[in-house]
């Protein structure tokens, strides 16, 4: 499990459509900025390899920032601050530094599509679960009124700040908890320090 | 044999040895029954409906303890009672015409979410029942701040006069800065918690607790008196009507009781050392007069505990007693 790009995690997926539009153009940014980056690896010094990468990375931001504004204007207005703050998203720097400075451009490109497309599901799910917790709808579709005649009260705590965290928080739990039994190891390395189990201890043995 | 279990054989541990009858459930008893009048009187107050938030509230701390603890194959707890103190302290701190789901959803959030996920008992870095309250305080404002019952058996109305009965609490009159009539405040004949309004129902728990040796005043009393001095100096200076009534009227009006004296004195969630439970109940003092008199709600306590249980490591990491015989540190400095 990867933990980046936390920030418009938390600040987005209020509404599922937000958490879709976010993840999207993030993968958008993530592909080409994957591209471009594994293109010029040779020509980029080591020395000031990270401000050239945020510079790619910017540029191609402000192609989706200008894009959304012109052809998605209720999603743009949604994300505000946040589509600009792409450019210092952890996965674009992550991704670019483990993987596209020293990979061919194709591989490369394959890479920010698997990572953006994860990062996309997971923001969506996030989000999804979110927005049926705290307002009764998924994607706008008011199912409280459709199918439970209103009788939902939204719980609107899952709208702010906290919500993202206890669904995040839920989500990984699940998450590690499903994987722990499907492969009998943890990919976690355990706080007990001789389990047996997770690899850390399987290492030592 | 296994391993583990001949380790139990031996109980091995440093001096000083003190054997005592008082055990996790013999003090989570003793608040349970300090907290029976308030119980009885929230019934006889706000009618039948209190008493069934109150065991809706109950069931669900004690359901969700067992369900999450059967689940996890933890050891079952359920005997504690800490629990069901849990329950009593959700349910005592909701307003009386709150819907069902309202005590069920707080209990299953206090035990499970609160409580067990930070590891149980002992391990809760806040108040359970109170980070509850808080929770469904945010999520349904509309709700959690309607105090009319409808069905209050006594309205207050032979003390007051006919037309004096509304669904405001005192605190919101307050804000809004209408007069009130102390002795009816002092008794709980007032809109307000299930638990919180009645004043000599908690001063029985209080001092039955005091008696007991289950709590002790330093936390209450700092708070109340660092509150009262600075609600006193407020009133003074910001021209809010004549010093005392003005005081008298917070002390009595909301949670202040109730929350000095049964929830800013958990064991787990306060600190152990006495300058330490000195500095938390001046600080919740300050936290809930700034929250009630510049904040945008009526109430302050619960988030003034909430705020106050957070920084309980931060006191008790600068208040630690240094054992006989041990350099202080102080500042890089030395004492002798």
């Known amino acids: 499990m990867l933990m980046l790009g936390m920030c418009p995690t938390l600040a987005v997926t209020s509404r599922a459509g937000n958490g879709l539009g976010m993840g999207l153009s993030t993968t958008v940014v993530l592909i080409f900025s994957n591209a471009c980056i594994s293109m010029l690896r040779k020509v980029i010094p080591k020395g000031v390899r990270i401000p050239a990468y945020i510079v790619i990375a910017a540029s191609f931001v402000t192609v989706i920032d200008l894009v959304m504004q012109a052809w998605f204007r209720g999603l743009y207005q949604a994300l505000g601050v946040y589509i600009p703050l792409i450019v210092v998203n952890c996965i674009i720097l992550g991704r670019a530094e483990a993987y596209a400075k020293d990979h061919a451009v194709l591989l490369s490109v394959f890479d920010g599509i698997g990572m953006g497309l994860g990062f996309t599901a997971g923001l969506t799910l996030i989000s999804i679960l979110r927005e049926i917790a705290g307002c009764g709808t998924v994607f706008g579709f008011d199912f409280n009124k459709r199918f439970f005649d209103g009788r939902y009260t939204p719980v609107s705590i899952f709208t702010m700040a906290p919500g993202a965290f206890f669904v995040l928080a839920f989500l990984c739990a699940f998450i590690r908890c499903k994987k722990g039994n499907s492969k009998g190891t943890g990919s976690f390395a355990c706080m007990n320090t001789d389990c047996g189990k997770c690899r850390r201890c399987k290492g030592k043995q | ?336």
């Open chain 2, 1 to 336: 044999m296994k391993e583990g279990e001949q380790l139990n054989l031996y109980n091995i541990s440093a001096a000083p040895h003190i054997r005592d009858d008082v055990t996790t459930a013999s003090i989570m008893g003793d608040v349970c029954l300090a907290l029976m009048p308030s119980v009885f009187f929230g019934i006889v107050h706000f009618g039948v409906r209190a008493m069934f938030i109150i065991i809706i509230s109950l069931a669900t701390c004690v359901l969700s303890e067992y369900v999450y603890e059967l689940l996890m194959k933890k050891k079952n707890t359920t005997n504690d009672l800490s629990a069901v103190v849990t329950g009593l302290l959700l349910a005592l701190n909701l307003p009386p015409g709150v819907p069902c789901f309202i005590p069920f959803l707080g209990g299953i959030f206090a035990i499970i979410v609160v409580k067990q996920l930070f590891g149980g008992l002992g391990k809760n870095f806040m108040n359970p029942a109170l980070a509850a309250r808080c929770f469904l305080l945010i999520s349904f404002a509309g709700i959690m701040t309607d105090f009319k019952t409808g069905e209050m058996m006594w309205d207050g109305s032979f003390l007051k006069g006919a037309d004096a009965v509304s669904g405001a609490t005192p605190l919101a009159c307050l804000k809004e800065g209408e007069s009130l009539h102390i002795p009816s405040m002092f008794l709980g004949i007032i809109p307000g918690c299930i638990g919180e309004t009645c004043l000599p129902a908690i001063f029985c728990g209080a001092v039955f607790l005091k008696m007991r040796n289950v709590i002790s005043f330093k936390i209450p009393v700092s708070y109340i008196v660092s509150f009262s001095v600075i609600v006193y100096a407020y009133g003074i200076f910001c021209g809010k009507g004549s010093g005392l009534s003005f005081v008298t009227a917070h002390l009595l009006g909301g949670g202040l009781m109730f929350g000095a004296f049964f929830m800013a004195t958990d064991y787990v969630t306060s600190p152990v050392t006495d300058s330490g439970r000195f500095i938390f109940g001046v600080l919740l003092g300050i936290l809930t007069a700034v929250f009630r008199l510049r904040g945008s709600q009526a109430e302050g306590v619960s988030y003034a505990i909430l705020c106050g249980n957070m920084v309980v490591p931060l006191i008790e990491k600068i208040t630690m007693p240094v054992p006989f015989g041990r350099e202080k540190r102080k500042y890089g400095k030395t004492q002798n």
